[in-house]
């Protein structure tokens, strides 16, 4: 048996891929999108290693083409999530026995199959059902989640090296085990990297998991547990389940074994699981570790000495990229007047210029939105701003749905900084801005950090550092991340750590240690070399001479 103490391999960000024309990367993910469209493919449950059909099956569609069928899913029911609770308790002692580095080589070894033979794959999938187009799709579903899997690795290391110090004749030690039980992994649809990162940094630190995946998904979390099954994962740590969302959790928060919660989605969903394991709080055999990112409203506020081009260019990528369904996207912009009607020519130029259409046509930078649903939803919001007096629609404005959820991007003006657009978190490609006199930099300061709930991420553009410094302190509690001179998307892990506060979640930092130090529970252990024979401390020594039967104070 070894006896060292391992380093792991130093890690570093992976390279994006550039796609361009004729590039081989970009001629390998055209033929693996071709290929993939011509197979349905019929996608189980895994349980404990197994795969799961159950019969009850929906279709997979790709939300820019809604006619197409990339396969089917089986649904499953409470049993299922039984039966998933089963699997990761049954699994559990052998992998949190485990030697870590036994641990951290599978995930190293599920960055480099990343890296290379599943590349192509994993974002040709995530393009197909989650519409994104290549860069979207290379930035997230390779890129980020490679980052993940290598600098989390490197943070489980950091937690495990980090002892107390011990005086002389004992030893003190610090041992960080797994929960006691079992984590839920509830992810969201927009990202595959964090789908993936909820599940595996959880068991990555000796944990067993079961995954719910949000349906839109399902196609490329198929894939992902196939990487991990290749990678080298046990059976029963991660057990992917496709169930409604109430059934699961009546289940999962009802049992006593239940040890934590991961989460990406809705500010509701999360508020409502958090009143759930409060009021079965005396159900568990521990407290549950909750941890969640949520929605966000997210900003750009710009000064009077802001760069119009610049601030332009943040908009149009921090507000549209991926149609805005990220949950760092712009969707709120604070623009001082005297730069405005710059600004304004930059956006409509940029925007005019956008295509919009099918992923496999990679001169089109916007996609559709993810669902019918989402797609209704927007469209009720535009429809209302065009009939609503007090706004301009100065881009943007149409939708269709004839053959796939195309939101155009959309930019409001708005002469009210409480109107319902710059408020309500609306996860698409819609932009309200509101124009600000430009001598009101501070009273903006304050519309900004109270017009809404969330704090999740924010930017703000001014060649004035004074100013910077200003809205930094004034903005402190306003996002998680906050940017200078610079959009407020695209954190990159190890060196954005990302999360909000307020209602956008419990700020828990994916990809850095702090993530993972929610996912183990320290033992402390002193050792004493050599024992005390005699209960006896100095203090209780009697001088040479002294009386111990001193007046009024007793004696024996």
């Given at each position: 048996?070894?006896?060292?103490?391992?380093n792991?391999?130093?890690?570093?960000?992976?390279p994006?891929?550039?796609?361009?024309?004729?590039s081989?990367?970009?001629?390998?993910?055209?033929?693996?999108?071709?290929?993939?469209k011509?197979v349905?493919?019929d996608?189980?449950m895994?349980?404990?290693?197994?795969?799961v059909?159950?019969g009850?099956?929906?279709?997979?569609?790709?939300?820019h083409?809604?006619?197409h069928?990339?396969?089917q899913f089986?649904e499953?029911?409470?049993?299922h999530?039984?039966q998933a609770i089963?699997?990761a308790?049954?699994?559990?002692?052998?992998?949190?026995?485990?030697?870590?580095?036994h641990?951290?080589s599978?995930f190293?070894?599920?960055?480099?199959?990343?890296?290379?033979?599943?590349?192509?794959r994993?974002?040709?999938?995530?393009m197909l059902?989650?519409?994104?187009?290549a860069?979207?799709?290379?930035?997230?579903?390779?890129?980020?989640l490679?980052d993940f899997f290598r600098?989390?690795?490197?943070?489980?290391q950091?937690?495990y090296?980090?002892?107390?110090v011990?005086s002389?004749?004992?030893?003190?030690?610090?041992e960080?085990r797994?929960l006691?039980g079992?984590?839920?992994?509830?992810?969201?649809?927009n990202f595959?990297s964090?789908?993936?990162?909820?599940p595996?940094?959880?068991?990555?630190?000796g944990n067993?998991?079961?995954?719910?995946?949000?349906?839109?998904?399902?196609?490329?979390a198929?894939?992902l547990?196939?990487?991990f099954?290749?990678?080298g994962?046990?059976?029963?740590v991660?057990?992917?389940?496709?169930?409604?969302g109430?059934v699961?959790g009546?289940?999962i928060?009802s049992?006593?074994d239940?040890?934590?919660i991961?989460?990406?989605g809705?500010?509701g969903?999360?508020q409502?699981i958090w009143?759930?394991i409060?009021?079965n709080?005396t159900?568990?055999?521990?407290?549950p570790?909750?941890?969640g990112?949520?929605?966000?409203?997210d900003?750009?506020?710009a000064?009077?000495s802001?760069h119009?081009r610049?601030?332009?260019?943040?908009?149009s990528?921090g507000?549209?990229?991926?149609?805005?369904q990220k949950?760092?996207a712009?969707s709120?912009?604070?623009?001082?007047?005297n730069?405005?009607?710059e600004?304004k020519?930059?956006?409509?130029?940029d925007l005019k210029?956008?295509?919009?259409?099918?992923v496999?046509?990679?001169?089109?930078?916007?996609?559709a939105?993810?669902?019918?649903?989402?797609f209704?939803?927007?469209?009720?919001y535009?429809?209302?701003?065009k009939q609503?007096?007090?706004?301009?629609?100065?881009?943007?404005?149409?939708h269709?749905?004839?053959?796939?959820y195309?939101?155009?991007?959309t930019?409001?003006?708005?002469?009210?900084p409480q109107?319902v657009?710059?408020c309500?978190?609306?996860?698409?490609?819609?932009?309200t801005?509101?124009?600000?006199d430009?001598?009101d930099?501070?009273?903006?300061?304050d519309?900004?950090?109270?017009?809404?709930p969330?704090?999740?991420?924010?930017?703000i553009?001014?060649?004035?550092?004074?100013?910077?410094?200003l809205?930094?302190?004034?903005?402190?509690?306003?996002?998680?991340?906050f940017?200078?001179?610079d959009?407020?998307?695209?954190?990159?892990v190890g060196?954005?750590?990302?999360?909000?506060a307020?209602?956008s979640?419990t700020n828990?930092k994916?990809?850095?240690?702090?993530n993972?130090l929610?996912w183990?529970?320290?033992?402390?252990?002193?050792e004493t070399f050599?024992?005390?024979?005699?209960y006896?401390?100095?203090?209780m020594?009697?001088e040479?001479?002294?009386?111990l039967n001193?007046t009024?104070?007793g004696?024996?």
């Amino acid at each position: 048996m070894s006896n060292a103490f391992f380093n792991v391999p130093a890690p570093v960000n992976e390279p994006v891929k550039a796609y361009a024309p004729n590039s081989p990367e970009r001629l390998e993910l055209l033929k693996t999108l071709k290929e993939l469209k011509q197979v349905q493919r019929d996608i189980p449950m895994h349980i404990g290693g197994k795969e799961v059909r159950t019969g009850n099956t929906l279709d997979i569609r790709p939300p820019h083409d809604h006619q197409h069928v990339l396969g089917q899913f089986h649904e499953g029911d409470a049993g299922h999530v039984t039966q998933a609770i089963d699997a990761a308790l049954a699994a559990r002692a052998s992998w949190a026995a485990l030697p870590w580095e036994h641990r951290a080589s599978i995930f190293l070894k599920a960055a480099e199959l990343l890296a290379g033979p599943y590349r192509a794959r994993l974002n040709a999938a995530t393009m197909l059902a989650q519409s994104k187009n290549a860069y979207q799709a290379e930035i997230d579903a390779a890129c980020e989640l490679i980052d993940f899997f290598r600098y989390n690795v490197h943070f489980m290391q950091e937690i495990y090296k980090q002892q107390p110090v011990s005086s002389p004749g004992m030893w003190n030690r610090l041992e960080h085990r797994p929960l006691e039980g079992f984590v839920f992994a509830l992810t969201p649809f927009n990202f595959t990297s964090i789908a993936a990162n909820l599940p595996a940094s959880v068991a990555m630190m000796g944990n067993v998991v079961v995954w719910k995946p949000a349906y839109p998904q399902i196609y490329s979390a198929q894939v992902l547990m196939e990487l991990f099954k290749e990678a080298g994962l046990p059976d029963g740590v991660i057990n992917l389940i496709y169930v409604d969302g109430p059934v699961a959790g009546d289940v999962i928060f009802s049992h006593p074994d239940f040890a934590g919660i991961h989460f990406t989605g809705s500010t509701g969903v999360f508020q409502q699981i958090w009143k759930t394991i409060g009021q079965n709080i005396t159900t568990y055999k521990s407290y549950p570790r909750i941890v969640g990112e949520t929605g966000g409203k997210d900003f750009i506020l710009a000064h009077h000495s802001a760069h119009p081009r610049q601030v332009a260019t943040a908009i149009s990528r921090g507000a549209f990229e991926y149609q805005g369904q990220k949950c760092s996207a712009a969707s709120r912009v604070y623009i001082p007047s005297n730069i405005w009607d710059e600004v304004k020519g930059y956006v409509q130029e940029d925007l005019k210029s956008f295509k919009m259409g099918d992923v496999e046509d990679f001169s089109n930078f916007i996609n559709a939105v993810i669902t019918e649903a989402s797609f209704d939803k927007l469209a009720r919001y535009i429809d209302a701003a065009k009939q609503d007096e007090s706004v301009e629609i100065v881009a943007g404005g149409n939708h269709d749905k004839s053959k796939g959820y195309f939101i155009e991007p959309t930019v409001i003006v708005t002469k009210n900084p409480q109107y319902v657009t710059m408020c309500d978190e609306l996860f698409g490609p819609v932009l309200t801005v509101y124009v600000y006199d430009s001598q009101d930099f501070e009273k903006t300061l304050d519309l900004v950090d109270g017009t809404s709930p969330y704090a999740l991420t924010g930017a703000i553009f001014s060649q004035d550092r004074y100013a910077i410094d200003l809205a930094s302190k004034r903005l402190v509690h306003a996002a998680g991340n906050f940017y200078i001179n610079d959009k407020p998307t695209g954190a990159v892990v190890g060196q954005q750590p990302f999360g909000g506060a307020r209602a956008s979640g419990t700020n828990d930092k994916a990809g850095s240690i702090l993530n993972l130090l929610r996912w183990v529970s320290p033992r402390a252990i002193k050792e004493t070399f050599v024992p005390p024979v005699d209960y006896r401390y100095p203090f209780m020594g009697v001088e040479t001479g002294e009386n111990l039967n001193v007046t009024g104070q007793g004696g024996f």
